[in-house]
């Protein structure tokens, strides 16, 4: 792309994560041509793993990716939870062939590198800008112009924030953020499930519960052969001063936090060959997610704790509500769209944050109606009067 104005764009989305990649798709579907502009260089696979939930397949279903998925990632038969030490189950849900059966989608568990592959496909590559970090905006008259570090300037009529929980959209709208610290350290990985030698960790997607910590373990791919771990316990945080997973974790402070685990946990963490860490923290739901002909989603407006797994669905969500909602509206109206779809959105994700961050979900009997049952595609395009402050 030249470093030079682009004018009359119709859409700009910041941020080629699975909630900007879906966002393009989604209004390109409608007839919405969207450019997505992302600071990485390249993308790349990155150590980690991911599980949708029915309302989050649904919405790649409606994508076109059904047999993907079902080709390629791993479809857990329970979702289990078991007693950290005794390994006896506190609950266990169906998943196979019950999440399809009572929601009309499956429930699939892989790695997020080949999901956020596949929504890239779905992308005309003339529609992505790789290598652009955006440093301003200004709303200006009708539409908002952005400049990039590379000196690109962009003129559009409209901007999605799609940028993430270090959002550049949302600190120049509402101010830089102060999150907390919870006290707790994820520590993640995927790695060869061959290196297990022979430790079956079964077919479910399993959570071991301690008293404060906690781990989840599932394969990330249909042929099981790929595993994957995310750990919650406390740590402390003085080594960073911002979210990342690139930090290296060690191996052997891991393995002790976890000693007097099952000893399933002890064969999953013994042939672990590196693993990453992040400081997880917490929002409240903001004040607002837009302001004018700007709009924020995914992680830049609702970041949650990954206690509920659904952080990436709910950007999908956002993805298929937003382009719907601009469909309908008048070109020129964006801001009162953008409006709507806060109000639409706002309540859910709201909810969803905050249960999360309870860090209960599905520990003993739970109904996940509420949130597996959601339909993107269908749900009514009025506000949601629910408080969700």
């Known amino acids: ?157 409209a901007v999605i924030g799609a940028d993430g929980v270090h959002s550049l959209i949302r600190d120049t709208l509402l101010g830089p953020e102060e999150p907390r610290f919870t006290g707790k350290i994820a520590y993640r990985t995927t790695f060869p499930a061959s290196r297990l030698a022979g430790v079956d960790i079964g077919q479910s997607r399993t959570k071991w519960w301690g008293e404060d910590r906690h781990i989840v373990i599932y394969y990330v791919t249909r042929q099981q052969d790929e595993i994957y771990f995310v750990t919650s316990q406390p740590e402390d945080a003085s080594w960073t001063t911002k979210e990342s997973w690139s930090a290296k974790g060690d191996l052997s402070a891991l ?66 509500v937003l382009a719907r909602i601009m469909a309908q509206a008048d070109t020129k109206d964006w801001p009162q769209a953008f409006k709507l779809f806060e109000q639409c959105r706002k309540p859910r994700a709201s909810m969803i944050q905050k249960a999360s961050s309870a860090n209960q979900w599905m520990q003993k009997k739970t109904n996940p109606d509420w949130v597996y049952g959601y339909n993107a595609w269908k749900v009514p395009l009025v506000p949601d009067l629910q408080d969700a402050t």
Not at 286 to 304: R, T
């Open 255 to 320: 393995r002790e936090a976890y000693a007097g685990f099952h000893p399933d946990v002890q064969a999953v963490l013994a042939a672990c060959p590196e693993v990453h860490k992040w400081a997880l923290y917490e929002r409240d739901p903001l004040a607002k997610w837009c302001e004018g002909s700007v709009l924020l989603m995914g992680d830049a407006c609702h970041p949650m704790t990954p206690y509920m797994a659904q952080g990436a669905a709910m950007a999908l969500e956002d993805s298929v």
């Open 1 to 157: 792309m030249a470093k030079t104005d682009i004018l009359n764009l119709p859409v700009a989305i910041i941020g080629a994560g699975i909630g900007g990649l879906a966002s393009a798709h989604a209004l390109g579907q409608l007839g919405i041509v969207a450019h997505v502009f992302e600071q990485a260089p390249a993308f790349k696979r990155l150590g980690a793993g991911i599980q949708m939930g029915p309302n989050a397949t649904r919405v790649l279903q409606g994508f076109g990716l059904a047999d993907h998925l079902k080709d390629s990632a791993f479809e857990p038969r329970t979702n289990l939870n078991r007693v950290w030490d005794t390994g006896d189950v506190s609950n266990e849900f169906p998943l196979l062939g019950h999440a399809m059966e009572k929601y009309g989608a499956p429930f699939y568990a892989l790695h997020r590198g080949d999901l956020h592959a596949a929504l890239n496909r779905l992308v005309p590559s003339s529609q992505i800008h790789l290598n652009k970090k955006l440093l301003s905006w200004q709303q200006e008259n009708q539409n908002v112009m952005l400049t990039f570090e590379d000196g690109t300037r962009v003129c559009a009529q």
